[in-house]
């Protein structure tokens, strides 16, 4: 982001970061924003400039998880050194997390980005087309209190009246979400996507490889400034050349962030998040006979009445069970991971103990 900042305020800076930077008595320390991320290396940003950063050891040392380095997003205090180096030495107190299960690791979960106000969810209205990938990523969203609104991109590829049934569709599936249907090559729709961006907000976009995110942000900022491909004739899909989350600051003084393709959405510790995006099954669970219904079986199940009666569609309902069990694996896993961590520790506390008894 090499645009002139003139206060943190330009970067989303809030009454809320500077009340924990006054409590935690950190007069001392430069506040900066996390705007690029490779590979523990950090690109930080704030009114004095843009400065390459690391963290300290201590942090390092003291990191229990993934989640206590910094992410794109972060508000961090530092120290620079020189013009163009720095040190972060703490990270302030996030409002939204946005993350995932980590990709191959069941008990493990991968930080997207942090302090997010809205996130954009990106799907090409072509092949990348997915109701439940997007469900996927309205469950993370509202996870995080992270504000959802729907893009369906490439539609200079499809009929009007294509367009118009695929809305229609999103719209009678994710009722209380915005959808906006765009096409980057001609800008339709653009307005309307405009229209949802404000000064000093951050915005996140979430999509699979090759929906068109670079494209979006390069027109969104009115600078070439993510690389994009050409779309391959044969298949009409693009390429997605990103390979790091990074920040923007775009025309109207909105923030956003532009990731790397996901087309594996893991969910984790989402039960909050999964009560809203199927608010119907949440509103029938109320009424089912047993406090602790699965809704697979039992008898007096609201969930399973109303799927006999045509009342919820079978394939929200499916979905609904297929992510209840990805949570639940999820949960179990990390308990399990715990309860080893827990008994290596007794095993090293023993060992030690045993060896100094021994020293006498």
């Known amino acids: ?69 910094p992410a794109v997003g972060d508000w961090v205090a530092c120290t620079p050194y020189d013009e163009h180096s720095a040190i972060i030495h703490q990270i302030l107190p996030r409002f939204s997390v946005l993350k995932r299960q980590t ?4 008990s493990e979960v991968q930080i997207i980005a942090t302090n997010i106000d809205t996130a954009f969810l990106v799907q090409a209205i072509d092949r990348d087309f997915n109701l439940n990938r997007l469900e996927r990523y309205l469950t993370i969203c509202y996870d995080s209190q992270i504000k959802p609104v729907i893009i369906l991109t490439k539609t200079d590829l499809k009929s009007a009246q294509e367009v ?9 599936r994710i009722p209380d979400v915005p959808v906006i249907a765009i096409s980057n090559e001609t800008q339709t729709g653009y307005a309307a996507v405009t229209e949802q961006i404000q000064k000093g907000k951050t915005y996140c976009l979430l999509g699979s490889s090759g929906v068109g995110k670079s494209s979006l942000t390069n027109n969104l900022s009115g600078k070439n400034l993510m690389k994009t491909d050409v779309i391959n004739q044969s298949t009409q899909r693009g390429k997605h050349v990103s390979t790091h989350r990074e ?13 790397p393709g996901m087309r594996a959405v893991g ?20 009424h089912c006979r047993f406090k602790n219904c699965s809704h697979t079986m039992e008898t007096g199940c609201a969930v399973l009445e109303a799927l006999d009666n045509g009342i919820l569609d ?40 045993s060896r100094k008894n021994n020293k006498y």
Do not use: C, W
């Open 267 to 286: 969910i984790a510790d989402t039960a909050s998040g999964l009560e809203t995006t199927f608010d119907q099954i949440t509103d029938l669970a109320q």
């Open 247 to 259: 920040m923007f600051l775009l025309q109207n003084g909105g923030l956003l962030i532009d990731t």
């Open 164 to 172: 118009t049934d695929m809305l229609n569709l999103v719209r009678q």
């Open 1 to 69: 982001m090499n645009h002139i900042i003139k206060n943190l305020e330009d970067l989303g800076y809030t009454h809320e970061f500077e009340q924990f930077r006054i409590q935690q008595k950190l007069a001392d320390s430069e506040i900066a924003r996390v705007i690029a991320e490779h590979k523990e290396r950090y690109i930080i940003q704030n009114a004095q400039g843009i400065f390459d950063a690391e963290i300290t050891g201590n942090m390092r040392f003291s990191a229990q998880s993934r989640a206590d380095f």
């Open 103 to 106: 990709v191959g690791h069941t």
């Open 314 to 353: 079978p394939s929200v309902y499916d979905h609904y069970m297929r992510l209840e069990r990805e949570k639940v694996h999820f949960e179990s896993t990390v308990a399990e991971k715990r309860k080893k961590d827990k008994a290596f520790g007794k095993m090293i506390r023993q060992h030690k103990k």
